[in-house]
Nanobody, 114 residues
Framework: QVQVVESGGGLVQPGGSLRLTCEISGKVFDVWRMAWYRQTPAKQREFVGSITNSGGIIYDDSVRDRFTIFGDNGKQTAYLEMTSLRPVDTAVYYC????????WGQGTQVTVSS
């Protein structure tokens, strides 16, 4: 069974950094695409960025200058490196396997507060 597991959330002060990890297990894919989303109680889940096994990366404009997505193809793992964090970045961050299957992770809370 394919599983998507995020880790690395927590509490960080404004201006700080945090790295989230997303691991796909249960099956090995030759081609995959993983994406990061985030959600607050007041908003719908929104796209943050995505990465493919071949290194194709897309960012939402709101995070392009502060967040970096990179991956480890051999481990089927994607990372979301977040810098210059702001209170508005506070959300539950989700990883989603988008290709070849669609599967969501359970989410990890990121709180930016002093």
């Amino acid at each position: 069974q394919v599983q998507v597991v995020e880790s690395g959330g927590g509490l960080v002060q404004p201006g700080g950094s945090l790295r989230l990890t997303c691991e796909i297990s249960g099956k090995v894919f030759d081609v995959w695409r993983m994406a990061w989303y985030r959600q607050t109680p007041a908003k719908q889940r929104e796209f943050v960025g995505s990465i493919t096994n071949s290194g194709g990366i897309i960012y939402d404009d709101s995070v392009r200058d502060r967040f970096t997505i990179f991956g480890d193809n051999g481990k089927q793992t994607a990372y979301l490196e977040m810098t210059s964090l702001r209170p508005v970045d506070t959300a539950v961050y989700y990883c989603k396997l988008e290709y070849p299957y669609e599967r969501w992770g359970q989410g990890t809370q990121v709180t930016v507060s002093s």
